[in-house]
Nanobody, 129 residues
Framework: QVQLAESGGGLVQPGGSLRLSCAAS????????IGWFRQAPGKERQGVSC????????YYTDSVKGRFTISRDNAKNTVYLEMNSLKPEDTAVYYC??????????????????????WGQGTQVTVSS
């Protein structure tokens, strides 16, 4: 059974940092592209970043470029989202999701939630003073 579990969320002050983790079980993470998404109260789920199977290709939504970094350690079956210079507007539940390699690759990438098939339960990130 494919399972993803996010961790690392919490309360942080503006300008602070957090590192989220997405741990996979039941399948080899290296077989899949992984995306990070977020959903703030009253808003639609938004794609944040995705990473290709072996980490060579990464993509970000404009609002997080230069502040967030996605990475993966396939030996640990884990994907990370390093978040720096956090802003109150980054407050949301953050989810990781997996899909076939073509969803995030050298030739194409998607940050649409409908394009990702397996999801974790989410972790809350709150940026507030």
């Amino acid at each position: 059974q494919v399972q993803l579990a996010e961790s690392g969320g919490g309360l942080v002050q503006p300008g602070g940092s957090l590192r989220l983790s997405c741990a996979a079980s039941g399948f080899p993470l290296e077989a899949y592209a992984i995306g990070w998404f977020r959903q703030a109260p009253g808003k639609e789920r938004q794609g944040v970043s995705c990473i290709s199977r072996f980490g060579k290709y990464t993509y970000y939504t404009d609002s997080v470029k230069g502040r967030f970094t996605i990475s993966r350690d396939n030996a640990k079956n884990t994907v990370y989202l390093e978040m720096n210079s956090l802003k109150p507007e980054d407050t949301a539940v953050y989810y990781c999701a997996a899909d076939v390699p073509a969803t995030c690759s050298d030739r194409y990438y998607s940050l649409l939630s409908d394009d990702f098939g397996a999801w974790g339960q989410g972790t809350q990130v709150t940026v507030s003073s």
